[in-house]
Protein backbone atom coordinates (compact mmCIF):
# COMPACT_ATOMS: atom_id res chain seq x y z
CA UNK A 1 0.00 0.00 0.00
CA UNK A 2 2.59 2.18 0.96
CA UNK A 3 5.04 1.76 -2.04
CA UNK A 4 1.00 2.41 -3.82
CA UNK A 5 1.18 6.04 -2.26
CA UNK A 6 5.13 6.43 -3.14
CA UNK A 7 4.50 5.62 -7.17
CA UNK A 8 1.49 7.62 -7.26
CA UNK A 9 2.95 10.63 -5.66
CA UNK A 10 6.08 10.62 -7.70
CA UNK A 11 4.07 9.86 -11.01
CA UNK A 12 1.81 13.25 -9.92
CA UNK A 13 5.50 15.10 -9.50
CA UNK A 14 6.70 13.84 -13.02
CA UNK A 15 3.22 15.01 -15.03
CA UNK A 16 3.57 18.19 -13.38
CA UNK A 17 7.21 18.71 -14.00
CA UNK A 18 6.64 17.72 -17.82
CA UNK A 19 3.41 19.35 -18.44
CA UNK A 20 3.03 21.64 -20.92
CA UNK A 21 3.49 25.60 -19.84
CA UNK A 22 0.19 26.40 -20.76
CA UNK A 23 -1.33 24.36 -17.49
CA UNK A 24 0.25 26.60 -14.90
CA UNK A 25 -0.59 30.16 -16.96
CA UNK A 26 2.23 30.45 -19.27
CA UNK A 27 4.68 29.11 -16.66
CA UNK A 28 6.32 26.26 -16.16
CA UNK A 29 6.18 24.31 -12.73
CA UNK A 30 8.60 25.08 -9.58
CA UNK A 31 10.08 22.92 -7.18
CA UNK A 32 8.25 24.85 -4.49
CA UNK A 33 4.67 23.46 -7.03
CA UNK A 34 5.95 19.74 -7.03
CA UNK A 35 6.95 20.80 -3.16
CA UNK A 36 3.20 22.04 -2.36
CA UNK A 37 1.36 18.66 -3.83
CA UNK A 38 3.96 16.55 -2.17
CA UNK A 39 2.62 18.22 0.53
CA UNK A 40 -1.04 18.51 0.03
CA UNK A 41 -1.29 14.74 -1.44
CA UNK A 42 0.35 13.19 1.85
CA UNK A 43 -1.50 15.06 4.13
CA UNK A 44 -4.73 14.36 2.55
CA UNK A 45 -3.45 10.67 1.94
CA UNK A 46 -2.59 10.31 6.06
CA UNK A 47 -5.79 12.05 7.18
CA UNK A 48 -8.11 10.10 4.77
CA UNK A 49 -6.80 6.62 5.95
CA UNK A 50 -6.25 7.84 9.52
CA UNK A 51 -10.32 8.29 9.38
CA UNK A 52 -11.35 5.82 6.84
CA UNK A 53 -9.48 2.62 8.34
CA UNK A 54 -8.94 3.57 11.67
CA UNK A 55 -12.66 4.63 12.62
CA UNK A 56 -15.21 4.04 10.06
CA UNK A 57 -13.58 0.71 9.01
CA UNK A 58 -12.60 -0.37 12.91
CA UNK A 59 -16.64 0.13 13.95
CA UNK A 60 -18.09 -1.38 10.56
CA UNK A 61 -15.31 -4.70 11.70
CA UNK A 62 -16.86 -4.36 15.39
CA UNK A 63 -20.95 -4.42 14.02
CA UNK A 64 -20.53 -6.81 11.65
CA UNK A 65 -17.26 -9.56 12.00
CA UNK A 66 -17.73 -12.09 14.59
CA UNK A 67 -14.90 -11.25 17.51
CA UNK A 68 -12.21 -13.67 16.20
CA UNK A 69 -12.39 -12.49 12.84
CA UNK A 70 -12.19 -9.03 13.21
CA UNK A 71 -9.35 -9.49 15.47
CA UNK A 72 -7.39 -11.22 12.79
CA UNK A 73 -8.15 -8.59 10.02
CA UNK A 74 -7.42 -5.51 12.03
CA UNK A 75 -4.07 -7.40 13.14
CA UNK A 76 -3.51 -7.09 9.21
CA UNK A 77 -5.21 -3.63 8.33
CA UNK A 78 -3.68 -1.45 11.39
CA UNK A 79 -0.02 -1.78 11.21
CA UNK A 80 -0.52 -1.09 7.29
CA UNK A 81 -2.45 1.70 7.87
CA UNK A 82 -0.27 3.22 10.92
CA UNK A 83 2.99 2.70 8.49
CA UNK A 84 1.00 4.61 5.81
CA UNK A 85 -0.20 7.29 7.97
CA UNK A 86 3.25 7.75 9.68
CA UNK A 87 5.10 7.82 6.22
CA UNK A 88 2.50 10.17 5.05
CA UNK A 89 2.50 12.81 7.38
CA UNK A 90 6.32 12.96 7.98
CA UNK A 91 6.66 13.58 4.43
CA UNK A 92 3.89 15.67 4.82
CA UNK A 93 5.93 17.55 7.72
CA UNK A 94 9.01 17.82 5.79
CA UNK A 95 7.18 19.38 2.45
CA UNK A 96 5.66 21.97 4.85
CA UNK A 97 8.96 23.23 6.53
CA UNK A 98 10.74 23.26 3.10
CA UNK A 99 7.81 25.36 2.27
CA UNK A 100 8.04 27.60 4.72
CA UNK A 101 11.89 28.23 4.80
CA UNK A 102 14.08 30.32 6.31
CA UNK A 103 12.59 29.04 9.80
CA UNK A 104 13.29 32.49 11.14
CA UNK A 105 11.17 34.36 8.90
CA UNK A 106 8.47 32.01 10.06
CA UNK A 107 5.13 33.15 11.74
CA UNK A 108 4.38 31.52 15.37
CA UNK A 109 1.68 29.73 13.65
CA UNK A 110 3.41 27.90 11.06
CA UNK A 111 5.74 26.99 13.49
CA UNK A 112 2.99 25.11 15.64
CA UNK A 113 1.64 23.75 12.79
CA UNK A 114 4.94 21.69 11.95
CA UNK A 115 5.22 20.73 15.47
CA UNK A 116 1.75 19.25 14.81
CA UNK A 117 2.19 17.39 12.06
CA UNK A 118 5.74 15.79 13.44
CA UNK A 119 3.95 14.90 16.72
CA UNK A 120 1.47 13.24 14.63
CA UNK A 121 3.73 11.53 12.51
CA UNK A 122 5.53 10.50 15.92
CA UNK A 123 2.33 8.95 17.77
CA UNK A 124 1.81 6.84 14.44
CA UNK A 125 4.95 5.42 14.50
CA UNK A 126 4.69 4.70 18.28
CA UNK A 127 1.78 3.22 17.37
CA UNK A 128 2.99 0.83 14.95
CA UNK A 129 6.20 0.06 16.90
CA UNK A 130 5.31 -0.03 20.56
CA UNK A 131 1.18 -0.10 21.38
CA UNK A 132 -0.20 -1.89 18.02
CA UNK A 133 2.09 -5.11 18.36
CA UNK A 134 1.74 -5.27 22.23
CA UNK A 135 -2.32 -4.70 21.53
CA UNK A 136 -2.25 -7.68 18.80
CA UNK A 137 -0.08 -9.78 20.81
CA UNK A 138 -2.19 -9.82 24.08
CA UNK A 139 -5.73 -10.65 21.19
CA UNK A 140 -3.79 -13.15 20.10
CA UNK A 141 -3.04 -15.09 23.20
CA UNK A 142 -6.58 -14.07 24.20
CA UNK A 143 -7.95 -15.69 21.43
CA UNK A 144 -6.37 -18.79 22.37
CA UNK A 145 -7.49 -18.87 25.62
CA UNK A 146 -11.14 -17.77 24.01
CA UNK A 147 -10.74 -20.84 21.53
CA UNK A 148 -10.22 -23.32 24.41
CA UNK A 149 -13.45 -22.14 26.11
CA UNK A 150 -15.48 -22.73 23.03
CA UNK A 151 -16.17 -18.67 22.65
CA UNK A 152 -15.43 -15.67 20.55
CA UNK A 153 -16.48 -16.98 17.16
CA UNK A 154 -20.05 -15.17 17.63
CA UNK A 155 -20.50 -10.93 16.74
CA UNK A 156 -19.01 -8.42 18.75
CA UNK A 157 -21.44 -7.52 21.26
CA UNK A 158 -22.39 -11.39 21.90
CA UNK A 159 -18.48 -12.01 21.93
CA UNK A 160 -17.78 -9.40 24.44
CA UNK A 161 -21.33 -10.67 26.94
CA UNK A 162 -19.79 -13.83 26.69
CA UNK A 163 -16.12 -13.45 27.63
CA UNK A 164 -17.12 -11.77 30.47
CA UNK A 165 -19.31 -14.45 31.45
CA UNK A 166 -15.88 -16.91 31.10
CA UNK A 167 -13.61 -14.60 32.74
CA UNK A 168 -15.97 -15.07 36.36
CA UNK A 169 -14.50 -18.41 36.06
CA UNK A 170 -10.93 -18.43 33.88
CA UNK A 171 -8.20 -16.17 35.72
CA UNK A 172 -6.35 -16.52 32.43
CA UNK A 173 -9.01 -15.06 30.56
CA UNK A 174 -9.28 -12.29 33.14
CA UNK A 175 -5.91 -11.54 33.20
CA UNK A 176 -5.74 -11.42 29.70
CA UNK A 177 -8.59 -8.91 29.32
CA UNK A 178 -7.02 -6.76 32.07
CA UNK A 179 -4.17 -6.35 30.14
CA UNK A 180 -5.43 -6.28 26.52
CA UNK A 181 -7.52 -3.04 27.96
CA UNK A 182 -4.94 -1.46 29.03
CA UNK A 183 -2.48 -2.12 25.76
CA UNK A 184 -5.91 -1.12 23.45
CA UNK A 185 -6.48 2.10 25.58
CA UNK A 186 -3.20 3.23 25.43
CA UNK A 187 -2.97 2.46 21.24
CA UNK A 188 -6.64 4.52 21.11
CA UNK A 189 -5.77 7.66 23.14
CA UNK A 190 -2.29 7.29 20.60
CA UNK A 191 -4.61 7.39 17.83
CA UNK A 192 -7.27 10.34 19.08
CA UNK A 193 -3.99 12.49 19.16
CA UNK A 194 -2.74 11.60 16.16
CA UNK A 195 -6.19 12.62 15.07
CA UNK A 196 -6.75 15.48 16.82
CA UNK A 197 -3.10 16.49 15.41
CA UNK A 198 -4.35 16.28 11.77
CA UNK A 199 -7.91 17.85 12.40
CA UNK A 200 -5.34 20.97 13.87
CA UNK A 201 -3.55 20.98 10.76
CA UNK A 202 -7.13 20.82 8.26
CA UNK A 203 -8.65 23.51 10.18
CA UNK A 204 -5.54 25.98 9.80
CA UNK A 205 -5.56 24.50 5.78
CA UNK A 206 -9.01 25.38 5.81
CA UNK A 207 -8.10 29.09 7.27
CA UNK A 208 -5.74 29.38 4.38
CA UNK A 209 -8.05 29.11 1.63
CA UNK A 210 -9.49 31.76 -0.61
CA UNK A 211 -12.88 29.97 -2.20
Not at 21 to 38: C, I, N, Q
Amino acid sequence: MFLLVVAAVLLAAAGIAFTPAGLFGGLPPTTTTVAKLAYLLCFATSWGATVWAVFIGGIIMFLNLPRHMMGSLRGKVFPACFALTAACTAASAAAFAWLHRPWRAASPAERRQLVVLVAAAGLDLANLLVFTPRTLEIVRERQKVEKGLGIGRVGSFDGMRSNARAAETCAALAALNGRFWTAHALSALDTAASAAGLAAHSSYLAGKLAL
